[in-house]
């Protein structure tokens, strides 16, 4: 059975930086990224990178963020840089093939 274990979330200030990490037993998938889940609000996109390193990006955290993965260590970063209180929320690694696949999620709280 497939698991995505995420660590790296925390607390830091408005204008600093975090970096997320994501593991995955099993298969390699074809595309892996994150998305995140703000109190009261539906669970969006992230960002995104294929096996192929190409990567995809929302908008609001674009210039930002940066998206990485490491094929042989089956792995996914998410370099998060001038965080704003707005990205306040619960982040979850996913990964896609035919389904998908969600890691528990880990908090991340940027304060003003």
């Known amino acids: 059975q497939v698991q995505l274990v995420e660590s790296g979330g925390g607390l830091v200030q408005a204008g600093g930086s975090l970096k997320l990490s994501c593991g995955a037993s099993g298969s390699i998938f074809p595309i892996m990224g994150w998305y995140r889940q703000a109190p009261g609000k539906q669970r969006e996109l992230v960002a995104t990178?294929?096996?192929?390193?190409?990567?995809n990006y929302a908008d609001s955290v674009k210039g930002r963020f940066t998206i990485s993965r490491d094929n042989a260590k089956n792995t996914v970063d998410l370099q998060m840089n001038s965080l704003k209180p707005e990205d306040t929320a619960v982040y979850y690694c996913?990964?896609?093939?035919?389904?998908?696949?969600w890691g528990k999620g880990t908090l991340v709280t940027v304060s003003s």
């Open positions: 996913n990964a896609r093939s035919v389904g998908d696949v």
């Open positions: 990178v294929t096996i192929r390193g190409t990567t």
